[in-house]
């Protein structure tokens, strides 16, 4: 019951997904713009700082994630079909996790294109450590959005919940980028510090089972007035 | 309580009154000389800060899950003097740090945490103001979140890197330095219990007010 | 195991935000085959008290029971019982008539298959079933919206203005379908500032004004002079 629900909700956002492609569309863009910015700033006599790279690709993730988050519940908002979603007779937790998996869903499809894109603009391979990185970007996402997901749905019915978003997602997700970021850094090191990368997917996974619970627990209290 | 209030008020103002004294007869520390006395404030002061942090949070749980009034008055209040107290760590400690290590600040274990800590407990404040309806159960949800946080944040800037004096500073405090030390320690949470007391108080009020003005309609 | 019940009773509920009073001590009861008429100016409190009837907002106190079960904790059991039909519609417009009806009939356990064909008919709308919701008219979207909230066959059925921005015609076909309903044994409860359209459709009234219940009586013809004094706006 709690899974068939919860991928109801994923089917139903896909399919009004598929109709206009505006998110993945706009995510995508704003994710490739982000990239440039960062990468004009951190090149230095023109060589870009290779060092930056892990560092550029975490914080795109954030910021286009921020975006998608907002963006996916502002649909929900117009026509308050949130509320429908929550007076059926379906358990509430499931429309969070619903919510959760699209969302990650959109973040991997960024970082498909993110990665070689940042591998290729600072000659950093990171292509090459995928077997590592491909967790260490899993878990990141997941926890990322698992905290996003719940603050975005809260905000729904708030003012100036645009700004309100990054400015209460940021702090928390603090530890997500520290181990994302660190571990992306040590799989760049020649040879790759695998031993220390998968000690921060440990503290990734450990992160993501502890938030995506609390999130279960606080989702209904937060949602009804 | 609120017998013991003003009497214990006249306690902490003397105790703030001593402390400078208390705190210049302590033997100086080898290289550091007068500036680390700054620690004798900003220590106290994280642990305030610390305490204040997870006493929100715990509060806020009680608010989300038992839908106690009473419990978000606490919240709310100790976010505040989270952010009062956090503000005196984060203005004392470079003050210390540029000192004893020739930098104004460095990303270690503690300091991320207060910073991060800091960020939390202001951006409680400012859903509080800002969130129109309901915002009262968005910060408590947000504070929850930043309590959880806490060993999260320890656990993984420390592993990134450490330079901060390790917590065992405090029990290796030579003779002269112990005693002022903990003299503040008891100053400082006794000055925040004090201030806790006074916010919860004000909120209670402050709904009574509201209770108030709306018999009067009646 | 849903919980069923015949009437649904309020007990001097109460709901506040800070300072302002939405609904203040309101005791009230609604029967199966009743059609309750909320019925108050804008702002007097009556799209709050649909909201703590539909579990969707706490009450700051009183008491909310349907039948024998205790309103204040939302299980999915009791939801299953409850439609909702707001001013809003929750309709999502980039899908279309079908698939929304397909999404909210899964969404509450039912085969899709089984009765959304049945909705669409209901709401005159099976030629139109394959458009998206955007290309509606207001009233296409009113009779598509209240045929969602009847997927599930809900014993308690509330409606918050339904009758916005629909013709004579739709009035009719809405007026009817709750008539239908209520006489099949449902309690129906709608609000609404449209004295004139609630009119010999609600059984029984019940009059909100600043969030206080200033009359409760079964309906008799002529509510529009007999209440005029209490609600026109001051």
New interface residues.
């Given amino acids: ?1 709690f899974f068939r ?1 919860a991928v ?2 994923l089917k ?1 956002d896909f ?2 997904e598929l ?2 492609r505006e998110i993945v569309y706009t995510t995508l863009l704003f994710a490739l713009s982000c990239i440039l910015i960062f990468s004009l700033t951190f090149v230095v006599e023109g060589q870009p700082l290779a060092e930056a790279a892990a560092g550029i690709v975490w914080i795109a993730i954030a910021f286009s994630g921020t975006l998608a988050l907002g963006r996916t519940f502002e ?1 929900e908002r ?4 949130l ?9 509430r937790a499931a429309i969070y996790v619903g919510k959760l998996l699209g969302m990650v869903a959109l973040l991997v499809a960024a970082e498909v294109l993110l990665v070689p894109l940042v591998s290729v603009l600072f000659q950093a391979n990171l292509v090459a450590q995928l077997a590592l990185l491909a967790p260490l970007l899993l878990l990141g996402t997941i926890g990322f959005a698992a ?1 996003g997901t ?2 975005a749905a ?2 729904v ?4 919940r645009d700004v ?1 978003l990054p ?2 997602l940021y ?2 997700t ?2 997500v980028m ?2 994302g970021v ?1 571990g992306t850094s040590a799989l760049l090191q020649e040879p790759a510090e695998s031993t220390l990368a998968i ?1 921060w997917i440990g ?1 990734l996974a ?2 993501d089972v ?2 995506v619970t ?1 999130a279960l627990w ?1 989702f209904e ?2 949602m ?2 | 309580m609120r017998k013991a209030f003003i009497p214990l008020l006249i306690v902490a103002a003397a105790m703030f009154a001593y402390a400078p004294i208390f705190i210049a007869n302590a033997p100086y520390e080898s290289t550091m000389l007068l500036i680390q006395k700054v620690m004798y404030f900003h220590a106290p002061s994280g642990m305030v800060m610390l305490i204040s942090g997870l006493i929100a949070g715990l509060a806020s749980a009680v608010f989300l899950f038992r839908k106690s009034r009473a419990a978000d008055y606490v919240a709310l209040a100790a976010a505040e003097l989270t952010g009062v107290y956090g503000a005196i760590v984060l203005l004392s400690g470079p003050l210390w740090a540029r000192k004893a290590w020739g930098v104004w600040w460095v990303w270690d274990a503690r300091l991320t945490m207060a910073f991060v800590g800091w960020l939390i407990a202001l951006a409680y404040l400012v859903v509080r103001k800002y969130g129109g309806p309901g915002s009262d159960k968005l910060s408590a949800g947000l504070a929850l979140f930043g309590a959880a946080n806490v060993p999260f944040i320890y656990l993984s800037v420390n592993i990134w890197r450490t330079i901060h004096p390790q917590t065992t500073v405090a029990p290796t405090l030579p003779a002269g330095m112990r005693e002022p030390f903990w003299f503040c320690v008891a100053a400082f949470f006794l000055l925040y219990s004090l201030l806790m007391t006074a916010r919860v108080r004000l909120e209670h009020q402050r709904a009574a007010l509201d209770d108030l003005y709306l018999a009067a309609e009646d | 195991m849903t919980p069923d019940f015949d009437r649904v009773e309020l007990f001097e509920l109460s709901r506040r935000f800070g300072r302002r009073r939405a609904v203040w001590k309101v005791t009230l009861a609604a029967h199966s085959r009743d059609i309750l008429g909320l019925l108050g100016p804008n702002g007097a409190g009556k799209s709050t008290l649909i909201g703590m009837l539909a579990t969707l907002v706490a009450p700051s106190s009183g008491t909310i029971r349907f039948g024998t079960a205790d309103g204040s904790r939302s299980s999915a059991a009791l939801r299953a019982q409850i439609g909702l039909l707001a001013h809003e519609l929750h309709l999502y417009p980039e899908l279309t008539a079908r698939q929304n009806l397909t999404f909210f009939a899964r969404l509450y356990g039912l085969e899709a298959e089984r009765v959304v064909p049945g909705a669409l008919d209901a709401a005159g709308l099976t030629e139109r079933a394959d458009d998206d919701v955007s290309s509606f008219s207001r009233g296409m979207r009113q009779r598509l919206a209240l045929e969602r909230a009847l997927l599930h066959n809900p014993r308690l059925l509330l409606l918050d203005e339904p009758f916005t921005g629909l013709d004579d015609r739709a009035v009719t076909l809405v007026s009817t379908r709750l008539r239908e309903l209520a006489a099949n044994g449902a309690i129906v409860v709608v609000a609404t500032h449209d004295l004139d359209l609630a009119d010999g459709l609600v059984t029984r009234v019940a009059l909100i004004r600043d969030g206080k219940l200033v009359a409760d009586e079964p309906a008799a013809p002529g509510l529009r002079s007999r209440y005029r004094s209490l609600v026109s706006q001051t």
């Fill in positions: 019951m629900v109801l909700v139903k399919t009004i109709k206009s649909r117009y026509s308050e079909t509320r429908a979603l929550m007076i059926a007779p379906a358990p905290v719940l603050f809260m905000l019915r708030a003012r100036t309100l400015i209460l702090p928390i603090v530890p520290i181990a660190r000690m503290i450990s992160f502890v938030f609390l606080t209290p937060l009804t007035e």
